[in-house]
């Protein structure tokens, strides 16, 4: 088969990254007797300095017209001072909204061969843990209004949610939960927030009309912070909004090991989605061959798995990516404490590819 891949490296570490998975996507096409036809786009503080603007039509239309997107990273101190409406960010926002990915899958799974970079008690990372957060990505507070008073020195963001959303939302936690442990935790602020009473009578309402087979229960978002890291074997699948999966899924990441290692797949009603590490831009290792590759190659993945139904290949790279671990390979972030023996990010992408 022939698919058309939109790659938007973006900013910071976000070409080298992007760079590495697309080996990994060649070599795996090269296997498998696959075709990838992979155009590159600006997006972020790179769109700004050639354009002006963080998201050229270009991109949009290109992603549009692509069977999935690729994505590295967006941002960085430069573009900092830059009014609210043009920051980098705006252009991962824009793109998501207008490709209509409204649920974001960030899996989170303690590798065994890992275990040691994990940050939790010993005993609590020996029971393990694999935790599907499905956050909500076009709503919520990212995307209501905001603004400041006349005079400047007051400010609001507002938190918006409709039931139509939440239960598009809900309805994909539901699916993948059947696919696995058949769980899923609600997490939301209802003892405090209206959109998260909203939330709980929406989730629960479809549970019983279509999902009463699966296991549910509703956790405060700062108790599921906090169980995250006293329990994480707890976790199935979690659902959550926009901002509570923003922040999760960073938490999620260092107790997995490293943020260098979640991948992520963001999806809407139609085949094409686009697929990047949750990780950001690093600029601060920019350019230096420091960055660890794995989570947006495992970004690829799930690629090959949510948008081209390629589960073999999805496997394969994944199998690679755990083997190449398991044989004590590591990148600066994941290599033990005053460890002087870890590969750059090329090193990496190397080792992976010989194992595909
Ligand atoms: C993420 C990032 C983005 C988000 C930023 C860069 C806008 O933190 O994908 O988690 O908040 O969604
Ligand atoms: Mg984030």
Redesign the pocket.
Known sequence: MKYNIAAVPGDGIGPEIVASAIEVLKKVGEKFGHEFNIKEYDAGGCAIDKYGIPLPKETTEGCLASDSVLLG???GQKWDDIPNHLR??KA??AL?KELGLYT?L?PAKIQPALADACVLRPDIAAKGFDIMIV?E?TGGI?FGERGRNEKGDAAFDTESYSAYEIERNARNAFEIARKRKSHVTSVEKSNVLETSRLWKETVHKLHESEYPDVKLDDMYVDNAAMQLVRDPSFFDVMLTS??F??IL??EASQVTGSIGLLA?ASLGDSKRGMY?P????APDIAGKDLANPIATILSAAMMFRYSFDLAAEADCIENAVNKVLEAGWRTKDIAAQGAENWLRGSEMTQKILAEI
Do not use: C, Q, T
């Open positions: 990273a967006v941002g980098p960010e991962l926002l998501r974001n960030r956050r990505l990212y926009n901002m999966g923003d899924s960073d992520s990047e949750i990780h950001g831009s």
